[in-house]
C-alpha cells in the first residue's frame, strides 16, 4: 500500500472521530458530564469536516497540495492544544486534553507518511 494511501486513510479516521465529537454535541445535544467549552464542539466539527472532504481526499489523490493541507491541519490542532493549555486550562475537560493530543500524534504520523511517500516521488 502507498504511504499516501495509509495516511488518508488515517486522515479520514481522525476526521470522522472529530466529526462524531463535535457533532454529539451540536446536532444531537448531548449533554457531557463536564463542561464543555462552547466553541470547541464547533471547532471539532468543521475539522472533522474538512479533514473528511478536503484533506483526506488531497492525500489520498497524491495532490500538490496534500502537504500543505497536512501542515495546516496540524498547525491547528498544536495551536488549538496551546489555547487550551494556556487559556482555558482551568475549564478543560481532560478528555478535551486527551483527544487534542490524540489527534496531533496522529497527524504527526500523517506528516511523515506524506513527507516519505513524496520523498520517494521525487
Keep these: 500500500m502507498k504511504l499516501n494511501k495509509l495516511?488518508?486513510?488515517?486522515?479520514?479516521?481522525i476526521g470522522v472521530m472529530a466529526l462524531f465529537a463535535g457533532g454529539q454535541v451540536i446536532l444531537l445535544g448531548?449533554?457531557?458530564?463536564?463542561?464543555?467549552?462552547?466553541?470547541?464542539?464547533?471547532y471539532n466539527l468543521i475539522m472533522g469536516?474538512?479533514?473528511?472532504?478536503?484533506t483526506s481526499i488531497l492525500i489520498w489523490k497524491n495532490s500538490q497540495f496534500a502537504m500543505t493541507a497536512v501542515v495546516v491541519t496540524l498547525a491547528a490542532q498544536a495551536t488549538m492544544i496551546?489555547?487550551?493549555?494556556?487559556?482555558?486550562?482551568?475549564?478543560?475537560?481532560?478528555?478535551?486534553?486527551?483527544?487534542?493530543?490524540?489527534?496531533?500524534?496522529?497527524?504527526?504520523?500523517?506528516?511523515?507518511?506524506?513527507?516519505?511517500?513524496?520523498?520517494?516521488?521525487?
Excluded: M, N
Design 7 to 13: 495516511a488518508a486513510i488515517l486522515a479520514f479516521i
Design 30 to 42: 448531548k449533554v457531557q458530564d463536564y463542561y464543555v467549552i462552547d466553541w470547541l464542539p464547533i
Design 49 to 54: 469536516l474538512v479533514t473528511v472532504f478536503v
Design 82 to 122: 496551546v489555547v487550551l493549555q494556556t487559556a482555558y486550562r482551568d475549564v478543560v475537560a481532560p478528555d478535551s486534553i486527551r483527544a487534542t493530543v490524540i489527534r496531533i500524534g496522529v497527524w504527526v504520523i500523517i506528516l511523515a507518511l506524506t513527507f516519505i511517500q513524496k520523498a520517494k516521488g521525487k
